[in-house]
């Protein structure tokens, strides 16, 4: 078992589904899924698609990255 990611407790206080999130960040779904599930690393994404997801989900860029 793996803790939930930041991204996917925002995601989900924010009531989206991974698609939902991925229409209104314009980040693509496959991406979401990939940070929710640890295969790729949240901290080593792209600036603008940081700043796309922590808009849709009402946080800050720092809110999402893992430590």
Known sequence: Y?????LKRFRKTAGY???ELSEVSHVPLRQIQLFEQKKRDINLCR???L???SKALYCKV?????I
């Not at 793996?2 to 930041?6: E, K, Q, V």
């Not at 720092?62 to 893992?66: M, S």
């Open 62 to 66: 720092e809110d999402l990255l893992e």
């Open 51 to 53: 700043f796309r997801l």
């Open 2 to 6: 793996y803790a939930d990611t930041n």
């Open 17 to 19: 589904s991974q698609r």
């Open 47 to 49: 600036a603008l698609d």
